[in-house]
């Protein structure tokens, strides 16, 4: 007796074992995706369906085994999602290859992202504290200004010695050393065989240029990030150089760099142990039971910290030294 692909010496059909992919019509989707999709539409319909039988559903439906449908139902209900198919980028949600048909499916039933026009007039999105603290300084460096206050900016940077530009400007009627030579000319300077030393750099200056004897030129040792030996020690011996060189009532602006914001003390946070969180607290006279718990102490903490919340730097620009 001959049969059938997929059909039984009794006639009776079985799903295919494997299937990558599942074709419905003039849709060519994922298979786990489109199982997914159409649990979330019989989950919908019918919310007291139970999974067996939800299961059972979808296989009659789909021609795929059970223990597929069920596994990946697991998967979503564990997870969220299912594992990302090569189609959408190794991403869910993220479209890049199918066509618009399929397409319009998956917005429609594989996502909850509404489907937009995207607009030309695409501005940068910021964390509202952003947008407070660059407000809040923009205010404050105007009303200075109108206080005719001098204002001083400072900041770090670090230079190769050898640095050189890839592109100048070349004279071509210069052939030679001779027509250089003839012609009182150059031939201009030759480019160094290396990088050189790592120079770092630090200076100060404000609308009427740098502020005198402030350059701090030193060589840096270590091929890494500058900001290793650019640190707090060597920041605050220079900065306290850098005040004796300012006016009275001056305003300086520098950026939140680490060593700029080394704290006169630590503040005990949620990994402080506890005894010294008492002991903190005890040095501020702060009143605490000692039948405390750990979050308790931590929120007696934080209500008196800002007092004692200080920054080396302020502390020594306070004091003009």
Known sequence: MDTKPGTSKTGVTSPPKK????????????????????????????????????????????????????????????????????HLGGRPGIITCFDETTKNYIRRFATDVPYLKQSRKSVLIERDDIVRWR??????????????????????????????????????????????????????????????????????????????????????????????EMNGNVFEKWFSDFLKRLPDNAVIVMDNASYHSRKVEVIPTSATKKSDMKAWLESKNTDFDEGMVRSELLYLIRQNKDKHNLYITDEMAKKGK
């Open 19 to 86: 299937r990558k992919q599942l074709n419905l019509g003039h849709l060519s989707l994922p298979e786990k995706q489109t199982i997914i999709n159409m649990y979330k539409k019989i989950l919908d319909d019918e919310p007291a369906l139970k999974t067996v039988q939800l299961v059972s559903k979808i296989a009659i439906t789909l021609g795929v085994a059970k223990s597929t449908i069920f596994r990946t139902i697991e998967e979503y209900k564990s997870t969220g999602m299912v594992s990302t198919s090569k």
């Open 135 to 228: 407000r809040d300084y923009l205010r404050s460096i105007k009303k200075f200004r109108c206080e005719g206050r001098p204002i001083y900016y400072l900041d770090e940077t670090w230079l190769n010695e050898g640095h050189t530009k890839e592109k100048v400007w070349v004279d071509t009627n210069i052939k030679s050393k001779r027509d250089a030579l003839i012609q009182g000319l150059s031939m201009g300077l030759k480019n160094p065989s290396g990088k050189g030393k790592r120079l770092i750099i630090l200076h100060a200056g404000s609308e009427k240029g740098f502020v005198e004897d402030s350059l701090l030129v030193f060589e840096g040792r270590k091929s890494g990030d500058y900001h290793e």
